[in-house]
């Protein structure tokens, strides 16, 4: 079929980057169907086709799966990368394809004659992986990383658990077993492949727990004295060791009665040692002289206290 004037145009937006590859066996149809324009095929016949997506070419280092053995209308085909490939896409078509690093899903729209991929024209191929990438490794969910190199080789990287999760182990044998609040690993990468040395097996798992209170209040104790001033207390527990603020006892003074006491120190008898006349007449000089407050103590009234409250 000879292609008018106005098929003579571009379909893709990346023509002009692959101008180059316009002669590429493996996408020479390709190109004829969507850079005609670019790749000089305008006035050229192209391949009559009839209604019907006949066997794309199959992406490179993958595995190509297509939902039916016959490349037919709107029919779902994956391509995924085998190992040590990552998958590359030009011109991917937003929210028409799905894409991941690994795999490619595209669907085969064959119309008026022509095929195509559904979702525009796009090209799909897997790219050898660099030996020193770490960064495809599978993650812990609800956590954040922090390497020191980028997820190279070598690269010493934290990983902690999200606020409100703590680590855990996947197997029940661990089921109890705490966890620092942040693991450190050292990604190695050989022949292609990265793995994660060091933990493995954790998950992060959402907190449950309540927070930490204290219990009610005890009675008062019994007063530490059975006379007299004494101290008493209360206590309470905290639900999760050393995990609430305050102090978990607190004390008051008490007393139940006063105490009996001999009055120990006092004089028995308060007398005057000098004669009754000799302490009348000297009584003007109980303030003024020791010698007559010691011998008449009585009158100038000078006995000793009790060394004890005796009420």
């Given at each position: 079929?000879?292609?008018?004037?106005?098929?003579?145009?571009?379909?893709?937006?990346?023509?002009?980057?692959?101008?180059?590859?316009?002669?590429?066996?493996?996408?020479?149809?390709?190109?004829?169907?969507?850079?005609?324009?670019?790749?000089?095929?305008?006035?050229?016949?192209?391949?009559?086709?009839?209604?019907?997506?006949?066997?794309?070419?199959?992406?490179?280092?993958?595995?190509?799966?297509?939902s039916?053995?016959?490349?037919?209308?709107?029919?779902?085909?994956?391509?995924?990368?085998?190992?040590?490939?990552?998958?590359?896409?030009?011109?991917?078509?937003?929210?028409?394809?799905?894409?991941?690093?690994?795999?490619?899903?595209?669907?085969?729209?064959?119309?008026?004659?022509?095929?195509?991929?559904?979702?525009?024209?796009?090209?799909?191929?897997?790219?050898?992986?660099k030996?020193?990438?770490?960064?495809?490794?599978?993650?812990?969910?609800?956590?954040?990383?922090?390497?020191?190199?980028?997820?190279?080789?070598?690269?010493?990287?934290?990983?902690?658990?999200?606020?409100?999760?703590?680590?855990?182990?996947?197997?029940?044998?661990?089921?109890?077993?705490?966890?620092?609040?942040?693991?450190?690993?050292?990604?190695?990468?050989?022949?292609?492949?990265?793995?994660?040395?060091?933990?493995?097996?954790?998950?992060?798992?959402?907190v449950?727990?309540?927070?930490?209170?204290?219990s009610e209040?005890?009675?008062?104790?019994?007063?530490?004295?059975?006379?007299?001033?004494?101290?008493?207390?209360?206590?309470?527990?905290?639900?999760?060791e050393?995990?609430?603020?305050?102090?978990?006892?607190?004390?008051?003074?008490?007393?139940?009665?006063?105490?009996?006491?001999?009055?120990?120190?006092?004089?028995?008898?308060?007398?005057n040692?000098?004669?009754?006349?000799?302490?009348?007449?000297?009584?003007?000089?109980?303030?003024?002289?020791?010698?007559?407050?010691?011998v008449?103590a009585?009158?100038?009234?000078?006995?000793?206290?009790?060394?004890?409250?005796?009420?």
């Amino acid at each position: 079929m000879t292609s008018a004037a106005s098929d003579c145009e571009d379909v893709a937006d990346f023509c002009k980057d692959v101008a180059s590859d316009c002669n590429n066996p493996d996408f020479l149809q390709f190109y004829e169907d969507q850079c005609r324009k670019t790749c000089g095929f305008c006035g050229q016949r192209s391949q009559q086709k009839e209604e019907i997506c006949e066997p794309m070419v199959l992406t490179m280092n993958a595995v190509n799966k297509c939902s039916s053995d016959k490349i037919g209308h709107m029919v779902e085909c994956t391509a995924t990368c085998d190992a040590g490939y990552k998958m590359k896409v030009i011109n991917a078509a937003k929210d028409k394809v799905a894409i991941d690093d690994k795999s490619n899903t595209r669907v085969c729209l064959c119309e008026v004659g022509r095929c195509n991929w559904y979702g525009g024209a796009e090209v799909a191929f897997c790219v050898k992986q660099k030996t020193n990438e770490c960064g495809d490794l599978e993650r812990i969910d609800n956590s954040e990383v922090k390497c020191s190199n980028g997820y190279s080789h070598t690269s010493s990287c934290f990983t902690k658990c999200n606020e409100g999760f703590k680590f855990t182990s996947v197997y029940a044998r661990n089921a109890g077993k705490t966890y620092p609040t942040q693991l450190r690993n050292i990604c190695f990468c050989r022949n292609s492949e990265c793995k994660w040395y060091g933990n493995t097996g954790l998950q992060c798992t959402a907190v449950n727990e309540k927070q930490a209170e204290w219990s009610e209040w005890s009675e008062w104790s019994t007063c530490s004295a059975s006379c007299g001033r004494g101290q008493r207390y209360q206590v309470r527990k905290c639900s999760e060791e050393g995990k609430c603020s305050g102090k978990p006892t607190k004390t008051e003074a008490c007393q139940i009665k006063p105490c009996k006491c001999s009055c120990a120190g006092a004089s028995k008898t308060c007398r005057n040692r000098a004669s009754a006349g000799y302490c009348r007449t000297q009584s003007w000089r109980c303030n003024l002289s020791r010698s007559v407050k010691s011998v008449c103590a009585q009158t100038c009234k000078a006995c000793k206290k009790p060394a004890c409250d005796c009420a």
